[in-house]
């Protein structure tokens, strides 16, 4: 009798605890996170001199780091120097899952992740944060690069109403972005200032990610700078704070 009541009983205790959600943060008048990826840095010092008026505080993922020009690398100490923080985004840019499938993880660390620190190190700067190439992740790859990062962003593009988004942290070293570049399905700027609106009202930090900022969108890859306006502006207006990547970092208990 007492077994066949405590199948039923174990049973309820698994549904119940693999159903336990993690617990977004919340913040007072929520926040948020805009982070660009590549190596657009004229493109990013004119989105600074057109957004530092709304406090802004960004993350660049720089990639391709060993290609760049001199005059690439000063402008990327402006925007650190400005406040905004710099972090990697790969040395070579590869999809980390079929490099990592093809090569072994241990090459995939020595071609894209350890020449990066390496140059960023000799530019003294500090990389703390990880955006992936392309999204592409696994949680076996998350977990080497935990050992090199203090926190790793992903991307999140699907079309999802604003309390359905996973794309606001929860606390975890893994974070998810929505796309800001216009060639997504999803983009519109009255889908965007929903998202942050639902942020700002439940108090949530919400992430976004994008990559060369212009006055007019010509192509993929691509976000206008009234987009970035409106959002910031938002943010602004509304007193939610801006976090880079490393913040975030420094917020999970
Ligand atoms: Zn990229």
């Known amino acids: 009798m007492k077994r066949i009541l ?48 709304y ?95 203090d926190i790793l962003r992903a991307t999140s593009n699907e079309f999802r109403k604003p309390e359905k988004s996973r794309c606001y942290f929860n606390n975890s070293r893994l974070v998810y972005a929505c796309g800001l570049d216009d060639h997504f399905d999803h983009s519109s700027e009255e889908y965007f200032l929903d998202l942050i609106t639902y942020a700002h009202e439940e108090g949530k930090i919400i992430l976004f990610y994008t990559h060369k900022p212009v006055e007019t969108v010509t192509g993929e890859y691509q976000v206008s700078f009234n987009t970035l306006n409106i959002i910031c502006k938002y943010a602004y207006d509304n007193e939610m704070t801006f976090y880079t990547m490393s913040d975030l970092a420094d917020m999970i208990e």
Request: include cysteine.
């Open 6 to 53: 405590l199948i039923p009983i174990l049973i309820i205790v698994i549904i119940t605890s693999s159903c336990t959600q993690v617990e977004d943060v919340t913040v007072t008048n929520g926040g948020i996170v805009i982070t660009f990826d590549d190596h657009h840095f004229t493109n990013w010092l004119h989105a600074d001199s057109l957004l530092n008026k």
């Open 55 to 149: 406090e802004w505080k960004v993350t660049f993922c720089v990639s391709l780091i060993g290609t760049r020009s001199e005059s690439d690398i000063e402008r990327m100490h402006k925007l650190q120097d400005a406040g905004h923080e710099i972090a990697g985004h790969g040395y070579i840019h590869v999809y980390s899952t079929l490099y990592t499938a093809t090569h072994g993880i241990e090459k995939y660390i020595e071609d894209e992740i350890t020449p990066m620190m390496d140059f960023f190190e000799a530019e003294s700067l500090c990389v703390r944060s990880y955006s992936y190439p392309y999204g592409s992740r696994s949680n076996y790859i998350d977990n080497e690069l935990l050992n090199y990062f």
